[in-house]
């Protein structure tokens, strides 16, 4: 059984651990979706992208034919529950940096997408989302490693993994206006169109 104390805020804070999908067995699957960290339904619960931000994650991709399980896993930035929802600190997202390194080193996924401002900046560095994604179609859904977090680093060094971002999917980013105008789910479905496309011509 996996236990883990590194962050003592965290531990306080959080009812359990919340592991990603692809941590209790060797499971392949071309996509991993990453977010910031277990909300309040998924501390409860144990597994993560249960709450009502999961679901409406989980009905995009599903729009667009990739279904959890099958078509990807899911994964968090740090696995214990922030207090009050707020952002882990730079410390916890390092501590639990090498937790999600050797994730991504079991599940090997083909393709990754970043969910919010926060899981995106960890691999793309500071900045605004909407950069970072304007960025990353420039750039081939390539990662800067330059920007990546050294923790992360190394997994990229050795692959070619393509890297989409998208807005955090709670109904409070969901709705609202990005920079340019549109709803940030604009965005989002724009960026899910382009990622399914890339598995539709495998
Ligand atoms: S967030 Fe990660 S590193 Fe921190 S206590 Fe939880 S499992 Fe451990």
Known sequence: MFACYRCPALCASRKQIVLP?????????????????????????????????????????ESFGLVRWYQYGCANIVRCRPEGNRRPTAEEIWNCGDFLLET???SEPEAILLVGGTATSVFCGSGPLHTHIV?????????NLDLCHPRLKP??????????????????SWNRNAPDGRKWSEWAKEEVRVLSAVFAKR
Request: hydrophobic share 40%; proline share 6%.
């Open 21 to 61: 999908d692809v941590s209790d067995a060797m499971l392949h699957l071309p996509l991993l979706v990453i977010g910031e960290a277990p909300g309040a339904d998924e501390d409860v619960q144990g597994r993560g992208f249960v709450g009502r931000a999961g679901r409406t994650l989980h009905r995009l991709l």
């Open 135 to 143: 960025d990353l179609r420039r750039g081939d859904h390539q990662l």
């Open 104 to 106: 991504l080193e079991r």
């Open 155 to 172: 997994f990229f060094e050795q692959r070619a993994v393509r890297v989409f971002a998208i807005p955090h999917t709670s109904p409070l």
